[in-house]
């Protein structure tokens, strides 16, 4: 199966809230992600997956709007314009990769969720009740409100990723993107927070971008897989992009198949 001739699964009664056509990223002589044509609709739940430096975290940025396409277009929710300013970007909510939290940075909970209204409001207005009602409903959303207080750095990694998510959630987004949120949490936080976005995407309708390593935690949570290595090899129905003549040509002798799982044998706590 030639990545040319990748069939997507379309949902028909939706609009595509995201709509890559024969779009390339990166910079001249150094593509990043080539040739993608992709569509994604308003309210599926999409896992990203793909090698390290497959082009997962391109496509993030391009979503955002920090990485204009060299080619092709990329249209985000109905507006055709290349200029990803303000109003757009407010309607994506992001959680970037992990990064450590200074224990002794003085950042409070509800402080860090607050800055999440900040790109929704323009810098030059100052956050009030509204916005504060908003960080306290996000921060219910994630349960984390009766910790508004606590200093960031004194939270646990899972608890930290939840109060992230609910910085994202403050915007009120159309689209959420999670860049590997389950990276270097233990495996019961790394469960209860992909349960936690698999919850808020039924709760909120979000349209969810799942970046992950891990197929085996997402596949029977997801709508679609989007599998990348530079190019678009699969996008469909977790079963569909999950076969092993398709595996094979992006993780080559990277992966083994077992009955119930895929284990590729890569080192996951790589650092860009």
């Given at each position: 199966m030639s990545p040319e001739r990748v069939r997507e699964?379309?949902?028909?009664?939706r609009s595509p809230i995201i709509r890559f056509d024969h779009a390339s990223f990166g910079f001249p002589g150094l593509i990043a992600l080539n040739d993608i044509t992709l569509s994604i609709y308003d309210?599926?739940?999409?896992?990203v997956i793909g090698p390290n430096g497959s082009g997962k975290t391109t496509l993030c940025r391009a979503v955002?709007?920090?990485l204009p396409p060299v080619e092709g277009h990329l249209h985000i929710?109905?507006?055709a314009c290349s200029e990803l300013r303000c109003h757009h970007r407010a309607q994506i909510g992001y959680l970037p990769q992990k990064g450590v939290v200074d224990r002794n940075f003085p950042v409070t909970v509800l402080e860090t969720v607050m800055m999440g209204r900040y790109g929704a409001l323009g810098l030059l207005k100052r956050p009030g009740k509204k916005d504060r009602h908003i960080a306290m409903e996000a921060l219910a959303q994630v349960s984390m409100e009766p910790h508004k207080d606590t200093a960031l750095g004194h939270l646990s990694g899972g608890q930290q990723q939840r109060v992230f998510i609910a910085r994202a959630l403050a915007q009120q987004p159309k689209v959420l993107i999670l860049d590997e949120p389950t990276t270097g949490l233990d495996i019961t936080m790394q469960h209860n927070v992909i349960e936690l976005v698999q919850h808020l995407h039924d709760e909120l309708k979000l349209t969810v971008l799942l970046i992950t390593h891990d197929i085996n935690m997402i596949r029977s949570r997801v709508d679609r897989l989007v599998l990348l290595k530079t190019k678009l090899y699969a996008a469909g129905p977790p079963n569909e992009v999950l076969k092993p003549e398709i595996?094979?040509?992006v993780?080559?002798?990277?992966?083994v198949i077992t009955e119930k799982d895929l284990v590729i044998v890569e080192d996951y706590h790589?650092?860009?």
């Open positions: 699964s379309v949902p028909t009664d309210g599926e739940f999409i896992g955002l709007g920090l929710f109905d507006c595996l094979h040509q993780y080559g002798k990277e992966l790589h650092h860009h």
